[in-house]
């Protein structure tokens, strides 16, 4: 008790030596980052800029503050540590649902600064090892570019832990899907559709039956129409279109899923981190993904490229000629041709199914190599040859060879990409014909005209299996 008496007394008394500086500097933002740590402790932490001398922290934990006042959570910082201004205390307890009301003083450039009537809602407690992102105190240069931005060697460039679903982050799509994969789904963005959601500091992305919507029912995928052109936000009419209407075999996308891209974010080169549990379920699948923003080398067939970070199909039981192709084995790589997107794939098989438990699924995309990661253990990598990428290819693969020509040798990774996360159901690419799912035949056949209509009419088997769908944890993008 003498000690924290101390340390408030200390507190005050550096408040009140530079109060009359901060009364007139309040215009300041920073950008303050809490973690509620476990068991127990809170950690508080900004960037660090050039000229900082000073971060003060004041907080009460479910109850208001003001701005004179010492906070049950007080500390001051006088020095960064590795680009940051870190304050930790391991002795507050917090919970899911704590409220944090707190404000902070900083003293930059011998002014002082105060942002009060801030709070921070609990929603998890954070593993204390893991290491607070560093910045580093000088840019140093690196081959990552960011569109319309700049990074630095080792810069966290983009992160999101979803505490809440951030709409400046992510676009959340509206579009039918067709070529090349031509999933059985339609990806909607409206509130009735739900599919994509943010609880518990989770984003949570879970497919359900287009039956299931406001004005649809089970027989809907035979004679209504799907409309979504309000909000609609295909980028090509050659892969996607904003409304159907069923027609002699072929029915509506009989699922709704959900599908988000970064908005404020496209890259070339770098790490991406994705802390995920893939969804389960009989012929779902995820799509944890890099797309190109500007498809430089063409629309169709994958010519601009897409790396799958991370693939697992739900299936409990999946073998094809008694290969294993279930939700114990992850597949991952670069594709550049949708007949040829096997060429370089990778596996990495487990005795546990994958979507059991979150892991972490990283990419290292650099000038002369793609390699993947999970929890730290690489699994894959991938290099051009003398002739670049597409010399890993036969010549009996499509893809636009005089123009990747014109590019580097890690064309069509060469531009710029963005993050994609979503679930997709069956389609033509995942899940291949003679699959056999807890001893049953797949459903369709891909080349089928009736495809989506087999595997609808199976739904009394596949549906029952289905749980809780795509959950991440957190997504961050690295400079290399």
């Known amino acids: 008790m003498a000690g924290k008496a101390l340390r408030r007394v200390y507190v005050l008394c550096l408040y009140l030596a530079v109060q009359s500086v901060f009364a007139n500097n309040v215009d300041r933002r920073f950008d303050v980052k809490i973690q509620a740590l476990k068991p127990k402790g809170i950690r508080v932490y900004i960037p660090d800029e050039k000229n900082f001398s000073l971060f003060v922290f004041q907080g009460n934990v479910n109850r208001?503050?003001?701005?004179?006042?010492?906070?049950?959570?007080?500390?001051?910082?006088?020095?960064?540590?590795?680009?940051?201004?870190?304050?930790?205390?391991?002795?507050?307890?917090?919970?899911?649902?704590?409220?944090?009301?707190?404000?902070?003083?900083?003293?930059?450039?011998?002014?002082?600064?105060?942002?009060?009537?801030?709070?921070?809602?609990?929603?998890?407690?954070?593993?204390?090892?893991?290491?607070?992102?560093?910045?580093?105190?000088k840019c140093r240069s690196t081959v990552t570019e960011v569109r319309?931005?700049?990074?630095?060697?080792?810069?966290?460039?983009?992160?999101?832990?979803?505490?809440?679903?951030?709409?400046?982050?992510?676009?959340?799509?509206?579009?039918?899907?067709?070529?090349?994969?031509?999933?059985?789904?339609?990806?909607?963005?409206?509130?009735?559709?739900?599919?994509?959601?943010?609880?518990?500091?989770?984003?949570?992305?879970?497919?359900?039956?287009?039956?299931?919507?406001?004005?649809?029912?089970?027989?809907?995928?035979?004679?209504?129409?799907?409309?979504?052109?309000?909000?609609?936000?295909s980028r090509s009419t050659y892969v996607a279109k904003c409304s159907m209407r069923p027609w002699g075999a072929t029915i509506l996308p009989p699922?709704?899923?959900?599908?988000?891209?970064?908005?404020?974010?496209?890259?070339?080169?770098?790490?991406?981190?994705?802390?995920?549990?893939?969804?389960?379920g009989e012929w779902l699948y995820p799509d944890i993904l890099l797309e190109p923003l500007l498809n430089k080398y063409g629309f169709l067939s994958y010519a601009s490229g897409a790396i799958r970070i991370a693939g697992a199909r739900g299936n409990e039981q999946l073998t094809v000629n008694n290969e294993d192709k279930s939700n114990k084995v992850l597949y991952g790589g670069p594709i550049m041709d949708f007949e040829c997107r096997q060429a370089m794939m990778n596996k990495k098989l487990s005795n546990k199914n994958w979507g059991d438990e979150f892991h972490v699924y990283s990419v290292i995309w650099a000038p002369g190599r793609i390699t993947l990661t999970v929890d730290g253990e690489e699994w894959s990598r991938v290099e051009p040859t003398a002739t670049g990428l597409q010399g890993r290819l036969t010549k009996s693969c499509q893809v636009p060879r005089e123009l990747l020509s014109t590019g580097t040798n890690m064309a069509p990774f060469d531009d710029f990409f963005y993050v994609t996360l979503g679930v997709a159901v069956g389609g033509i690419s995942e899940f291949e014909d003679g699959s056999y799912s807890s001893g049953r035949p797949k459903p369709w056949r891909n080349g089928g005209r009736k495809a989506a209509m087999n595997f609808w009419q199976d739904k009394d088997s596949w549906y029952p299996t289905w749980s809780e769908g795509l959950i991440v944890d957190y997504v961050r993008v690295k400079a290399l």
């Open 64 to 137: 208001k503050i003001g701005e004179n006042d010492v906070g049950n959570i007080s500390g001051e910082v006088t020095s960064p540590t590795n680009g940051r201004w870190i304050f930790e205390d391991p002795n507050v307890q917090l919970k899911p649902g704590d409220v944090v009301n707190y404000y902070v003083h900083v003293v930059y450039d011998g002014k002082g600064f105060l942002e009060d009537n801030l709070s921070f809602t609990v929603q998890k407690l954070e593993d204390p090892s893991i290491p607070v992102p560093s910045t580093p105190s």
């Open 148 to 233: 319309n931005g700049k990074a630095c060697a080792g810069q966290v460039i983009f992160e999101d832990t979803f505490e809440s679903f951030r709409e400046d982050f992510w676009l959340i799509e509206q579009y039918i899907p067709e070529q090349p994969d031509y999933p059985f789904v339609s990806y909607q963005r409206s509130p009735a559709a739900k599919v994509v959601s943010v609880d518990e500091g989770n984003l949570k992305i879970k497919p359900k039956l287009l039956q299931n919507l406001p004005g649809f029912t089970e027989s809907s995928v035979y004679s209504d129409n799907l409309d979504l052109i309000s909000g609609c936000t």
């Open 255 to 280: 699922v709704v899923s959900g599908r988000i891209t970064t908005k404020s974010l496209a890259f070339k080169f770098g790490i991406v981190e994705i802390r995920a549990k893939l969804p389960q």
